[in-house]
């Protein structure tokens, strides 16, 4: 006899009823919380001063503003960024290096004395041009793409950059 | 007096009608009952309140916290301001702030502590290895709420504390950077990572914790307290149930004559942790969370000082393995602990390696955590300089060159008699290990962890450097 018994299919239909409504209350639930894997990656390019604001040779700190941050984000729709003008003009203008170590994310400080980028958190330490100089550090600073229109520096916004992503 | 003898049976009897109309005496008051080895009547007693001293912390942490959300507001640009107002402005805030700090160092040390207790007892053996096992959960969930915790304080330590949070995710293989994109819940800490931290700290975990903690003391009253390990008693599985069911018999009953000593303790420590918040009241907020401002320090708060120093020491070559690793491992080898080691022996005099297991990792993060407060691999930046002694009765060029060591940021890593940094060696008398030509070519070329100068000091700068670290004999 291959009849399914009335408890036996009772109890399927049960857990079959149960499985099916945690799925269909699941599901909208899950992609909500998993949304941000399925967002498009900022980048649009956000001004960062007037050229003439950089002196060639020097490494400033500048902040750029997320361009449509949610509107209690506050303060942390700001990034810092370090600029540091290399030439009059042309394609080795300028670097533009996010403040993050490479290291685990800490933000990097320029010590104009010593020409090098120091890490609070666990000493990573980066030349001008943002090569390691010694410390943890597995690769150079992270370095932002940026234009010269006008005379306006712009750079390109990016999601928090990851020794992955590189 | 006939009346005042009446008016005093009063509240005994309404607990009688409570008792039998809730039917107490059939559930709690025989849970509270339940018989335990008749041993926890003398002092090894004492060594069984842990566990009940971490439910009465964890009870004030959810009580505080309650308290806290009340006023907190998880949103990024109003959180540390709500923060001040609790710590300074509100009612009995800083002190209500403070307990659930501390409590939250209570919890880590009583965990720990309890398990450490369980582990040297050997009562995760065989038959309550799921105790063990959700306990370690526990342990877990612990950790993270420490962790969630910190970061809601949303001052300059706890935004870049995300970011290195993220950053040691993306090391994960595979799904790295996903992990990254929902530690922060977009591509940057922003407007969303805040109330995504807060949900997960006063919801999702506390969820966790209450299920578990459900099935912890499920599994207590059910599998039984075990008894005092004895030496040379080792736990056998197919003849222990019987063996402890005997013991019972003549056991004594937990409440009230062994649970009058787990709550004295309990309430020692959460008398403590009350005490400690009303002396220092709430911890200090650093820096508002400014990500412009690149003048930070940031550092977590001291149970976890010890990682933290970790991820600096380690050889950068093992360090993704070390990160992704280390704790895999720990946790891994948390859970195998009763599956592995389920009978034999429990007392802790006939399992050195028991004792090593306690002790070796107790050592070696305690002396991690003090590393990590000294963090002596961070160059010292906020300047100073150099003593008297060594800078008096030098020539032009050699004071130059003083001047030079402290605007060129080697003051930031080198020492000279006690005054600088300790990243690198101390220079108070390099030159009798260095004559001239060695300096010169280590400054200019850097090497074994020092970067290169040659870039950034001319060579007339290079002299006189050179000329002033000849004076230190």
Same mark, same amino acid.
């Given at each position: 006899?291959n ?7 009772l ?6 009823l149960?499985?099916?409504i945690?799925?269909? !209350? ?9 949304a941000p894997?399925?967002s498009? $990656?900022p980048?649009?390019?956000v001004p960062?001063?007037a050229?003439?604001?950089? $002196?060639?040779?020097?490494t400033?700190l ?6 449509s941050?949610?509107a209690?984000?506050?303060?942390t729709?700001?990034t810092?960024?370090?600029?540091r ?6 394609p080795?203008m300028?670097q ?18 010593a020409?090098?980028f120091?890490c609070?958190?666990?000493?990573g ?6 090569? !390691?100089?010694g410390?943890p ?6 370095e932002r ?17 990851? !020794?992955?992503?590189g | ?7 005093g049976k009063?509240?005994?009897?309404i ?10 005496e ?7 009952r339940h ?5 926890l ?9 842990l566990g009940?001293?971490?439910?009465g ?6 009580v505080?916290?309650?308290g806290?959300?009340?006023?907190y507001v998880?949103?990024p640009?109003?959180?540390?301001d709500?923060l001040?107002?609790?710590s ?6 800083g002190?209500v702030?403070g307990?659930h700090?501390?409590g939250a ?7 720990l ?7 040297l ?9 799921? /105790?063990?096992?959700t ?8 950790l993270?709420?420490?962790f969630t ?6 001052? &300059? ?5 995300i ?13 790295? /950077? ?7 819940a977009?591509? /940057?800490v922003?407007g ?12 999702l975990?506390?969820a966790?914790?209450? @299920?578990l903690?459900g ?12 008894e005092?390990?004895?030496p040379?008693?080792?736990v056998?599985?197919?003849t222990?149930r ?8 003549? @056991?004594i009953?937990?409440w009230p ?5 787990d709550?004295t303790?309990?309430?020692?420590a959460?008398a ?7 002396l220092?009241? *709430? ?9 412009t401002n690149v003048?930070?320090?940031p ?12 991820l *600096? ?8 393995i070390?990160i ?7 946790f891994v080898?948390?859970f195998?602990v ?5 009978d034999?022996e429990?007392?802790?005099s006939?399992r050195?390696?028991?004792?090593a297991a306690?002790a ?11 590393a ?9 930046? &906020?300047? @100073?300089t150099?003593p008297?002694?060594v800078?008096q009765?030098?020539?032009?060029p050699?004071?130059?060159g003083?001047?030079l ?18 990243r ?10 260095? /004559? ?7 400054i200019a ?6 970067? *290169? ?6 060579p ?14």
């Open positions: 006899m009849e399914l018994s009335r408890r036996k299919f109890s399927r239909l049960t857990v079959a149960t499985a099916g945690s799925g269909i !209350v699941g599901l909208p639930i899950l992609g909500y919380l998993l894997l399925f498009a $990656p980048d649009e390019l960062v001063g050229i003439t604001d950089f $002196p060639i040779g020097e400033k500048v902040s750029v503003r997320d361009p941050p949610l209690w984000a506050g303060q729709a700001d810092a960024l370090w600029v003008r290399r030439e009059q003009s042309g080795q300028f533009v290096f996010n403040v993050n170590c490479t290291h685990l994310g800490c933000p990097v400080n320029w010590q104009a004395g020409k090098l120091l609070p958190c666990h000493g330490v980066f030349y001008s041009d943002g090569t !390691v100089a410390g550090p597995p690769r150079p600073l992270f793409e940026w234009q010269v229109s006008g005379d306006r520096l712009l750079v390109r916004q990016q999601p928090l950059p990851t !020794v992955k992503q | 007096m006939r009346w005042l003898r009446a008016i009063i509240p005994g009897a607990a009688t009608w409570l008792g039998e109309r809730f039917e107490l059939d559930s709690v008051m025989a849970v509270l018989p335990v080895p008749r041993e009547e003398r002092p090894v007693g004492w060594w069984y309140v009940s001293a971490t439910l912390i964890f009870v004030m942490q959810v505080t916290g309650v806290l959300a009340m006023t998880p949103a640009n109003s959180a540390y709500s001040q107002f609790i300074h402005n509100a009612t009995l805030g002190v702030r307990m700090y501390f160092g209570a919890m880590v040390i009583l965990v502590a309890h398990m450490t207790q369980v582990y007892f050997g009562a995760f053996k065989f038959p309550r290895e799921a /105790n063990w096992l306990g370690s959960l526990l342990l877990l969930a612990t993270a709420m420490a915790g910190q970061l809601l304080r949303w001052d &300059q330590d706890a935004f870049w504390a970011v290195v949070a993220a950053e040691q995710a993306a090391r994960a293989p595979v799904i790295g /950077n996903w992990l990254a994109t929902l530690v922060v977009g591509s /940057n922003g969303a990572t805040l109330t995504r931290f807060y949900a997960t700290h006063v919801f975990i506390p966790a914790i209450f @299920g903690i099935m912890h003391l499920y599994l207590v009253i059910k599998r039984g307290i075990s005092p390990p004895v040379g008693l080792p056998d599985p197919p222990y019987s063996r402890y069911e005997k013991m019972l018999a003549r @056991g009953p937990f004559d062994a649970a009058w000593r709550a303790v309990a309430a020692a959460v403590i942790v009350v005490v400690l918040a009303a220092f009241g *709430a911890p200090q907020l650093g820096k508002p969370p400014d990500p003048v930070a320090d550092r977590p708060d001291w149970y976890f000082l010890g990682y933290f120093a970790i *600096a020491l380690i050889p950068p070559a093992t360090e993704s070390v992704i690793g280390l704790p895999l491992f720990a080898f948390l195998l009763p599956l592995l080691w389920p034999g429990r007392h802790w006939r050195p390696a028991a004792i306690v070796l990792p107790l050592i070696a993060y305690a002396s991690l955590t003090v990590g407060i000294a963090s002596p691999w961070v160059p010292k930046l &906020q300047g @100073g150099l008297a002694s800078t009765s030098l020539t032009a050699e004071g130059r003083a001047d060591f402290v605007s060129k940021a080697c003051f930031a890593c080198h020492a000279i008699e006690g005054a600088g940094g300790s690198g060696p101390d220079l108070s008398h390099v030159a009798s290990r260095l /004559n001239r030509d060695q300096l010169t070519a280590r070329t850097g090497g074994g962890g020092m970067p *290169a100068f040659a870039g950034s000091v001319t007339s700068e290079l002299d006189d450097l050179t000329a002033f670290l000849l004076t230190r004999h």
